[in-house]
């Protein structure tokens, strides 16, 4: 019964780890620029500011690649911090509302 409690304590702190990991990602998209500072590698308080004003004038990053869009952000800034960020989740877009047919104009006698 030993090694079975062992392996169910082994299993259960995984699970918690791997969750753990997931929710300390930073999404692009909603963090302010003190969060962007203090969890991304080479980002301070300059290149934060400038992410959330690129944000604010282009709107959300659609892919975590296109934070190298950011003036002073480049790809390996991206890559070396791919695993601490997301976009957050997709959704998809509304369904626009189905159009009326215009009806044919009635000729005139």
Do not use: C
Not at 13 to 40: K, V
Request: hydrophobic share 45%; no cysteine.
């Amino acid at each position: 019964m030993g090694p079975w409690i062992s392996w169910k304590a082994l299993a259960l702190g995984l699970l918690l780890t791997g969750a753990a990991l997931a929710a300390d990602r930073i999404n692009i998209n909603t963090a302010d620029a003190s969060t962007l500072q203090q969890g991304l590698t080479n980002v301070g308080p300059h290149k934060a500011q400038a992410i959330v004003a690129y944000r604010r004038q282009h709107g959300p990053f659609l892919r975590v690649e296109d934070l190298a869009r950011v003036k002073g952000i480049g790809t390996a800034t991206v890559e070396r911090n791919r695993r601490r960020m997301t976009v957050g989740a997709r959704t998809a877009p509304a369904a626009e509302p189905p159009r009326r047919a215009v009806p044919a104009p009635v000729p005139r006698r």
